[in-house]
């Protein structure tokens, strides 16, 4: 038997396990894109992305397809009254929603996801997907770093701005909702600790499908 970097039992396929999804929220400007980015890139974790729909405008930097799917407002409400979104909100005066289909074939696989959404999405992932959820709040390091980052990405016009720093104060004040807490002043450490989360919560034993026919196998094993 070994445990791989994943945290992942491989005991001969004895032991599988139930997907999760990791939710990440924060204000903008917090670093989560970066993280989320990161955690995303680093292969051997097997995070699968969740895509989500956007009625907001595309960013330069941004691809359409890996970032969001950027649609029309009656599309997005066309998906909504469909049940094809498993959360939607409402966020800085543009529609977001994760697409439902994607997310319960990845669980349904053993495969976990990563969610960048906003403590009103979260609240009701929460409410639907229980115990195969995982949340964790990005805070920043002071609320002078956050204007900073906000004001560095240079993508966002001055009104956007503003508008994002008004609502970073109503952001902030769901950390408690949330069952990891992030203060993201050093990117890489930030990542570790993130890491460090999924690792842990993957070797829940609720989460280990099999474990008590594993064990039984243990207890009767003969040692010679
Ligand atoms: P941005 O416009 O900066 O990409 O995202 C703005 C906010 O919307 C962020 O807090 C982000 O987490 C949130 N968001 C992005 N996608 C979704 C989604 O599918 N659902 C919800 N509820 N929030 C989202």
Redesign the pocket.
């Known amino acids: 038997m070994s445990a791989t970097e994943e945290g992942e039992l491989t005991v001969q396929g004895k032991v599988g396990r139930r997907g999760l999804i990791l939710i990440l ?1 924060s204000p ?1 400007g917090a670093g ?1 894109t970066s993280l989320t980015r990161a955690l995303r890139e680093e292969k051997e974790l097997g995070l699968e992305v969740s895509v ?1 729909v ?1 009625t ?1 405008q595309k960013r330069p930097s941004e691809i359409a397809g890996r970032d969001y799917n950027f649609i029309s407002v009656d599309d997005f409400l066309a998906m909504r009254d469909h049940d094809d979104l498993l ?3 409402e ?2 005066g543009n529609y ?3 697409p439902r289909r994607p997310v319960e074939r990845a669980l349904a696989a053993g495969r976990d996801m990563i969610f ?3 403590y ?2 979260t609240r009701q992932v929460r409410a639907t997907m229980g115990e195969d959820v995982v949340t964790v709040f990005i805070l920043p390091p002071t609320m002078a770093e956050l204007q900073h980052r906000l004001e560095r990405r240079a993508e966002d016009t001055r009104e956007t701005i503003d508008k994002r720093l008004g609502n970073a104060r109503v952001e902030i004040e769901r950390w408690s909702e949330y069952d990891y807490v992030v203060v993201n002043e050093d990117l890489g450490a930030s990542f570790e600790g993130l890491k460090a989360i999924l690792f842990a919560e993957r070797l829940k034993r609720d989460r280990q499908v099999g474990l008590p026919d594993f064990v039984g196998g243990l207890l009767s094993e003969t040692v010679t």
Request: charged content about 25%; overall charge negative.
């Open positions: 929220s903008s989560k989500s956007t907001r959360e939607w909100a966020v800085h977001y929603g994760t960048d959404i906003d009103q999405g």
